[in-house]
């Protein structure tokens, strides 16, 4: 329960002499600091960090936290985000010693059973994805995206192709065109059809020998497979281009189809969508990228590799890669992340995880089918893991626009869909349930959906009303920028 | 299966308000040419019980500093962890939460990433701070991809070669495809050399990238070298550790423009290298090239105080291929973890792991000097890791027989400087003891290398 006197900075509460820690003193002799460190280098100030006792970083923490919407806490429909449930088995097991300890510069002799689970991580995202080779390394979806672009970019360099664009639907996540601009390709945006799949003749008419990689998202960002997306790959390959597929709605298609089996040549996983990982207010993520046989020499180093010994597997870090694009960061990976997606996919096995995308799917479609009756789905009757409704007609009608939605939601408990994404679809309502919710709770999602469509737009225009806060100006935030505390201002 | 709620039953009466016959008719839209038409080949499915006895297995396959003494560093450490971080970390209303775009219901992650901004500002002595990328690695990278945006100079940038020799990959990795030249500059004692450095600054040179403390330990001359960058129109983008800030001038005050680092030390575990929490800082008139997201103070239809993600028109989401980066995921949870930490440690707490480490060092440093077989290479002031010669060259065997006597004696350095083939990092943080210290010099005098051609 929210604690009412709790509305204080950390800053705040700070009273000179408090503190939250006794260390020891040293146990070695000790000399004076200048002798050590000449004057010249040290600090003639400190940091004016809080000075706080333990209890009350505990109480400030724990009523802050009571402030956040959660995934243990509600119900998360945030379309494009896999808001499912973070299994606390994994959190456990990557919390435990001789996982979360380890040094990354420890030898591999004294890390077999991490390397083992890294490799066998591979091997699993090599055979979900039907590509040949994974790396580990990028550290986030957008990473892997930007990470796969530089493969892509290592490859046509080594086969002389001067290739300088990338192509990307006009629905595609922001991250596909900024991770193509940050490694120097032009990018193209292809247009959708009204029904919401790639416009084919804008892409052909864009598609020429200049044209390095198409970036597709499928299930695409309006929850629709992609269904030409076979002839689509024909088309770039035929003119030596790359498929990317952008693998955030994995959810979907798990033990159904592969992108490897589509066409894709590069794409990477969102282990904190698909694989339960949990979000963490923003991060971690991970994101590791699956390629094509003939990418496979220019992938991050290292990778784990295998050996068959007299007495058994042994792991080891594969360096030897000449024609590898280097590094993307520091040291092997996020691994804590990893692991917990390695313990999600044992947990699962090949049935438990069609089963997640069978009933991903199920509840997508059940909510739409209780949803459109209400709230126009342009884009059809069926879905895959997730719909984009449209408050267009809604709002012209009464004024209630989707933000107005999303907001009225907050105050029946509900975490708001995504809003005004994808760019595609005017006043964009994008709901993913995910498998982890009941029918009973969709239900009641949908009959509030339904009731707030009901209300009065002027109670919805200051929504919410039960928040301990509520539509912040965001102009004045952006214009007169205060990003830091400063003692002055607050006095 | 374990989360999923659907009965047979539910599945049924979904698919009945559908007007859908089956599961399998959901998926009508993925054509049959493109169905995996066997299940997937991965290990069967486990219960918790099972799982969790696979995976000590396997955990109790490595070794860790809770078996070994470890004396490693070069970017990862072994700090401790006051409780009350893990604590925090844990609270599923913290980590089972997504990005605050709601304010309303996101004010705990927001005024947290307000105040870890306002921290990272106060330990930089700089304007202002993100919310965190997603390692030191990475955050060095966009730092001077930040360099060449606000300077407006492509040409070249220069990379101390006492900067993390990773984050120097990182950094040639994404210039690979760019037009910008990577030019190294030589650190032939340890610490930048300044004469290499005035040779190849240019009027097109966009940063100097340096580390301070720099990879080796080393305290690098920043007032000088500063100085020297600035006359030439250069920014200085500096790779800071954290803790050494308890005790070091602050990067703001030597005249530092941009500062990246790793975070891990503030309350991060090691974990094998990841997820770490990237820090970046700078000045106030470069925010606009700041990448990553951003929480900023205003108020709400009300008037009360409130918290909202800012600056929102520099990031993929708004600006897609204009944006300032393609960041989208920050370490959210590492960041309020570092929080907890320097709120636990106050400024007294940082000045006192800073010394503990000074101190601590200062003595192993000593011992080694005095060894027979080991010499410490570099003359030069170090905080709380340094350079160790083994003058038998034979390092790869003294580490491997050191783990198997019960301790990590460092990080060999012949794999990104062939010269210092016959040297090893040597770190030591608030943890180690001075009786593990004088283990390993123990195990030292008593080593004796068979078998290996004496170099010297």
């Given amino acids: 329960m929210r604690n009412k006197h709790a509305t204080q900075l950390i800053f705040e509460l700070s009273r000179a002499g408090r503190s939250a820690v006794s260390l020891p003193t040293a146990d070695v002799p000790q000399q004076p600091v200048d002798q050590l460190i000449p004057e010249r280098f040290l600090a003639r100030t400190a940091p004016q960090l809080p000075e706080v006792s333990e209890p009350e970083i505990v109480r400030h923490y724990a009523n802050l936290s009571t402030l956040n919407m959660s995934v243990d806490t509600h119900f998360y429909p945030l379309g494009s985000c896999t808001m499912k449930y973070n299994p606390k088995r994994n959190e456990r097991l990557a919390s435990i010693a001789g996982v979360v300890d380890v040094h990354p510069y420890q030898s591999e002799s004294s890390l077999q059973g991490l390397l083992r689970i890294f490799f066998e991580l591979q091997q699993m995202l090599e055979e979900i994805s039907g590509l040949d080779a994974v790396s580990l390394q990028p550290a986030a979806g957008a990473h892997g995206e930007l990470t796969a672009l530089m493969v892509a970019a290592a490859y046509f360099r080594e086969i002389g192709d001067n290739r300088t664009k990338v192509l990307s639907p006009d629905s595609a996540h922001g991250t596909n065109p900024a991770s193509a601009r940050m490694c120097g390709f032009d990018t193209v945006t292809v247009k959708s059809t009204s029904d919401g799949f790639v416009d084919r003749d804008d892409l052909i008419s864009k598609l020429d020998e200049s044209v390095a990689v198409l970036m597709i998202t499928n299930p695409n960002t309006l929850g629709l497979f992609e269904r030409g997306i076979a002839e689509i790959a024909d088309e770039v390959h035929s003119r030596g281009g790359l498929i990317y597929l952008d693998g955030a709605n994995m959810n979907a298609i798990l033990g159904i189809t592969r992108p490897g089996d589509f066409g894709a040549d590069m794409m990477h996983f969102n282990p904190h969508k698909t694989f339960s990982g949990p979000h963490g207010g923003g991060g971690p993520g991970a994101g590791p990228i699956a390629v094509a046989e003939k990418l496979t020499p220019y992938l991050p180093v290292p990778r784990v590799a295998r050996l068959e010994t007299e007495e058994g597997y042994t792991y080891r870090l594969d360096w030897g890669q000449p024609r590898s694009i280097g590094r993307v960061r520091s040291f092997f990976g996020n691994c804590g992340v990893l692991v917990r997606a390695y313990c999600y996919l044992l947990t699962h096995g090949p049935d438990g995880l069609r089963s997640v995308s069978e009933n991903a799917v199920l509840n997508a479609n059940y909510l739409l089918s209780r949803v459109k009756h209400f709230l126009p789905v342009p884009q059809g009757d069926r879905c895959m893991h997730e719909f984009v409704a449209s408050a267009a007609q809604l709002k012209s009608d009464t004024g209630i626009s989707a933000m107005d939605m999303a907001k009225r939601l907050l105050d029946y408990g509900f975490h708001a869909p995504t809003v005004y994404f994808p760019l595609t679809v005017r006043e964009a309502v994008m709901v993913e349930p995910t498998e982890t919710e009941s029918k009973e709770m969709l239900d009641k999602f949908a009959e509030t959906l339904f009731r707030v469509t009901e209300e009065a737009a002027d109670l919805l225009h200051d929504a919410p009303h039960t928040t301990l806060i509520s539509r912040p100006d965001e102009v004045t935030a952006a214009r007169k920028p205060k990003l830091r505390w400063q003692p002055s201002a607050e006095d | ?456």
């Fill in chain 2, 1 to 456: 299966m374990s989360y999923i709620y659907n009965t047979p039953e539910d599945q049924q009466a979904m698919l009945e308000a559908i007007g859908c016959g089956s599961i399998e008719e959901l998926f009508a839209a993925v054509p049959q040419s493109l169905r995996l038409q066997r299940p997937l080949q991965l290990p069967e499915a486990m219960g918790e019980l099972q799982l969790t006895d696979h995976l000590a297995e396997l955990a109790a396959q490595n070794r860790s500093p809770a078996d070994t003494v470890c004396f490693l560093g070069a970017g990862s450490y072994d700090h401790f962890i006051p409780a009350v971080v893990d604590y925090v970390g844990s609270r599923g209303e913290f980590y089972t939460s997504y990005t605050p775009y709601q304010p309303e219901v996101s004010q705990g992650n927001l005024q947290a990433m307000f105040e870890y901004q306002t921290m990272v500002c106060e330990l930089t002595a700089m304007d202002v701070s993100n919310q965190s990328l997603y390692d030191g690695g990475s955050a060095t990278v966009e730092g001077v991809l930040m360099s060449l945006d606000v300077t407006r100079r492509r040409g070249r940038v220069l990379v101390a070669e006492s900067v993390h020799p990773e984050f120097r990959q990182i950094v040639e990795t994404y210039l690979a495809p760019l037009e910008t030249e990577v030019v190294s500059i030589p650190c032939p004692s340890g610490v930048i050399d300044q004469r290499a450095l005035a040779d190849e600054l240019s009027d097109d040179t966009a940063c100097l990238l340096l580390q301070h403390p720099n990879f080796f330990g080393c305290l690098e001359e920043v007032h000088q070298i500063v100085e020297v960058v600035h006359a030439a129109g250069a920014l200085i983008v500096s790779v800071v550790d954290p803790i050494s800030l308890g005790l070091l001038e602050r990067p703001g005050d030597y005249g530092a423009d941009i500062v990246v680092g790793e975070g891990q030390s503030l309350g991060t575990p090691m974990q094998y290298g990841g997820p770490y929490l990237g820090l970046m800082a700078c000045r106030d008139s470069f925010v606009r090239r700041l990448p990553g997201r951003i929480a900023g103070q205003t108020v709400d239809r009300r008037g009360n105080r409130c918290w909202v993600l800012t600056l929102q028109t520099r990031e993929q989401h708004i600006r897609r291929d204009k944006a300032t980066s393609n960041i989208c995921s920050n370490q959210g949870l590492f960041a309020l973890r570092a929080s907890v930490y320097l709120a636990a440690m106050g400024p007294e707490g940082m000045r006192k792991v800073a010394e503990l480490c000074l101190q601590k060092t200062a003595y192993a440093r000593q011992q080694i000097i005095e060894s027979d077989r080991l010499e410490v290479l570099f003359d030069r002031p170090v905080f709380k890791e340094f350079v160790i010669r083994d003058r038998e060259n034979a390092v790869e065997e003294l580490l491997a027989d050191a783990e198997r006597a019960g301790i990590f004696a460092g990080v060999p350095l012949g794999r990104w400087y062939p010269d210092l083939a016959d040297c090893f990092l040597f770190a030591v943080t608030e943890r180690r003891t001075r009786r593990q210290i004088d283990r390993f010099l123990q195990f030292v005098s008593e080593h004796t290398t068979s078998g290996v051609t004496h170099a010297k």
